[in-house]
C-alpha cells in the first residue's frame, strides 16, 4: 500500500501533469520538491492556489499539485494578481513560482511592492540567469563575467533578489540550488509554515542555453562554488521536536507560525538568521568571490501582513454572503457625508 500522509492523502495525490521541458532542466527538480513538501507537510490540496507568470518556470504550476487552484498570469504580474486574489480568500496557501525573468526584469515593481505589503505567500524564484522560453538571452541575474554557450561574457552587474528583499523587510529570505533536495526540501517546509512573504531564489539550471562550465548559474559551477550557511532540518508542527534526534554539532532552532521548527545546524561560522547586516555581509562575501550562499539567510517573526493591515474580516472575503458584501444605503449615505465633511 502506498504511504500516506496525515491527511491519509498518497504522495500521487500532490503530482501534476507531465512534463514538457527540456530532461534535466532545474525547474523540474523543484517542482518534485514542491510536490513532496506539499505532501509531508499534509497541506490539503484544494486549500492551495499556485500562482505564475510567464517562462519555462511559470508554466511549472501545471506539472504539479493537479488538485490545486492555479492562475498562469502575465509576464511579470503575478504579484499583482496574488495580491487580488489574497485579498478574495486569505485563507488559501499562496504558492508562487516565476523565473528570474519573470521577477528581476519586466515584473521587478511588482516584487518589490508585493515584499513592502508583506503578501502572506511563498514566492519561489526558478533563477537560471538566462531568459529560457525565449531561447537564452542575459536576464538581470546573470553575474558580471559569466558566459553562457555561444556567446560573449555578460558585462552588465547582477541584481540580487535576495540582498534586495532583505533590504525591504522581507520576514523569510533564502536562496537554494536545484540540485541541493535536502536543503530545497527544508526551506520550501518552512516557507510553507511561514506567516508572510517568504522569498526562495533558487538557482535552477537551464541546460539548454547555461549550462556550461564559464557560466555561475552552470550545474557544476553551483556544484563547485556553493557555500552553505548550515545544514537543515525540518521538523513539522504535527511531530513532537523530542522526538527529533539531536545533531552532534552546534545547531539552533527557529519556530516558525504554524509550531513547526528549522533547525539550523552549524556547519563553519555561526549564521544569525536575525541579523540583516549578517544577511547583506554573506552574500556579499560569496559575491566578491563568484560563490553562491545557500540556506536561510534572514527571518523575522510577526510583521504584519497586508490582510492584517487592511483590517480585513476572518472570513475571507469569498465566503461572505451578499448582503455582508454589499452596505446598505444608510451606510453607503453615512460614508458619503463623512467624504463631504
Ligand atoms: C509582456 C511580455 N513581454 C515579453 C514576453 C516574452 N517572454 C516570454 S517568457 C520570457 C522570459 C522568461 O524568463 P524567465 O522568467 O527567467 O523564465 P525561464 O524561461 O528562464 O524559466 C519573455 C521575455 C511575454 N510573454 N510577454
Ligand atoms: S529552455 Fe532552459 S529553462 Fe526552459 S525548459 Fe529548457 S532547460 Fe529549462
Ligand atoms: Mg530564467
Sequence with gaps: MAKVNKLDLALDEYKGGKSTLCPGCGHDAISSVIMKAAWENSITPDGIAKMSGIGCSSKTPAYFLRQSHGFNTAHGRMPSVTTGANMANKDLNF???SGDGDTASIGIGQFIHAIRRNLNMLYIVEN??????TKGQYSATAEEGSQKRKSVPNELKQIDLCAMAINLGCSFVARSFSGSRKQLTALIRAGMSHRGMAVIDVISPCVTFNNNEESYKSLQYVKNNNEELHGLD???????????EIPSGGYKEVKLHDGSYLRLETISEEHDVGDRMMALDAIHNADVKDKHVTGLLYFQEGIPT?????NLVDTPLAEL???????????LDDLLTGFRA
Design 234 to 244: 525540518y521538523i513539522p508542527h504535527f511531530n513532537p521536536i523530542e522526538e527529533v
Design 306 to 310: 497586508l490582510d492584517e493591515t487592511e
Design 95 to 97: 504558492l508562487a513560482v
Design 128 to 133: 537560471n540567469g538566462v531568459y529560457g522560453l
Design 321 to 331: 454572503s451578499e448582503d455582508m458584501l454589499r452596505p446598505s444605503k444608510e451606510t
